[in-house]
């Protein structure tokens, strides 16, 4: 069974991305599930339903998505094996910039649409620098000229990605897209013993675990100060 990791901002099209690209992929008789990660609420899982896809879902409650996704993913593996998937994709819920689900020697993919604005690529961090494959969509609502400057922000951020346009409505780029998710080469049996790409954020202070108090006194574990000295 290969395993391919979807990531991106909220809204960027993720869901129907994969959906389209779903389509194109069992035409090749392959059999696809779908993992979807998310942190209070989604109903994306009755997409995935209603197309015949299976699918579970994930919601993290008051933990980060991704470090949620991490303590589960080898479960979610052993999910798919057990219905005989050829592939499986996960959808992260792509709240945090910071963070990356992604995993050494496991396909990526980060999908970030043209209306997020000129800089986003430079806001994204790991999500969108270690990714293998970047989809952009909304490509139909730009221009051309805006289209290929937002491809080379992209570009510039991860030179070593593929990027490719993908409309998440039509399906236009779905099937080229599609080709590149599947190779027999890379069945997995297992993620136990793999590692990250890159670190999720240090983050565990006196909020982390529940405090709702305001004021420096009630600050402990690991906080970061803003300097607000002149320039």
């Known amino acids: 069974m290969n395993l391919v990791t979807f990531s991106g901002p909220p809204s960027s099209g993720k869901t129907s991305v994969i959906l389209k690209t779903i389509e194109a992929i069992q035409k090749r008789d392959l059999k696809v599930g779908v993992v979807k990660f998310d942190c209070l609420y989604t109903d994306d899982d009755e997409l995935y339903r209603q197309a015949g896809v299976p699918v579970k879902k994930g919601l ?22 057990e219905r005989n998937l050829d ?11 910071r963070c990356s689900p992604y995993i050494k020697d496991i396909k990526a993919i980060c999908v970030i649409d043209n209306l997020s604005g000129i800089n986003t690529p430079k806001k994204i961090g790991p999500m969108l620098k270690t990714a293998d494959i970047v989809v952009i969509t909304k490509g139909d609502i730009v221009s051309q000229a805006e289209r290929e400057v937002f491809a080379s922000r992209v570009s510039n951020v991860n030179p070593d990605a593929m990027v490719m346009n993908v409309n998440g409505l039509t399906g236009q780029g779905a099937f080229e897209f599609s080709t590149l998710l599947y190779d027999q080469e890379d069945n997995i049996e297992t993620v136990t013993g793999k590692k990250l790409r890159f670190s999720m954020p240090s983050a565990m202070c006196s909020y982390c675990l529940g405090e709702t108090r305001i ?12 300097d ?4």
């Not at 996960?90 to 709240?95: Q, V």
């Not at 004021?215 to 803003?226: A, S």
């Open 60 to 81: 993290s409650g008051s933990l980060c998505p991704d470090h949620y996704f991490v303590s589960n993913i080898e479960e979610v593996v052993q999910w798919g094996k």
């Open 228 to 231: 607000l000295g002149d320039q």
């Open 215 to 226: 004021g420096k006194e009630h600050q402990l574990g690991n906080v970061r100060k803003i």
């Open 87 to 97: 592939l499986l994709i996960t959808e992260s819920a792509g709240l945090c910039n």
